[in-house]
Nanobody, 116 residues
Framework: QVQLVESGGGLVQPGGSLRLSCSAS????????MAWYRRPPGAQRELVAS???????TYSDSVKGRFTISRDSAKNTLTLQMNNLKPEDTAVYYC??????????WGLGTKVTVSS
């Protein structure tokens, strides 16, 4: 039904920035709630940020003020602008889509490494 592909991960120094993108296909993107999750090495998955179809956003306390989530319905893309990155941000980042019927879809992830 929905296919999600993340991109933009890589290696960055502490204090640097990265912009992650998620390309969605196969469904009505504008009616879905979207989110970014991450899984640090050896840890469990955690919510990073979310944006609803009405553009209401939420952020975890650990990234608030540093990360910005946004969506472009015309291009069927979701982005996560990450600024002032810290080593604790190192993780595989996953794009999630939730349909109005509550079906959940995941991308395969993109790896972010913050290290000097």
């Amino acid at each position: 039904q929905v296919q999600l592909v993340e991109s933009g991960g890589g290696l960055v120094q502490p204090g640097g920035s990265l912009r992650l993108s998620c390309s969605a296909s196969g469904s009505s993107f504008s009616r879905h709630s979207m989110a970014w999750y991450r899984r640090p090495p050896g840890a469990q998955r955690e919510l990073v940020a979310s944006v609803a179809s009405d553009n209401i956003t939420t952020y975890s306390d650990s990234v608030k003020g540093r990360f910005t989530i946004s969506r472009d319905s015309a291009k069927n893309t979701l982005t996560l602008q990450m600024n002032n990155l810290k080593p604790e941000d190192t993780a595989v980042y996953y794009c999630q889509s939730r349909s109005p019927s509550r079906a959940v879809f995941w991308g395969l992830g993109t790896k972010v490494t913050v290290s000097s």
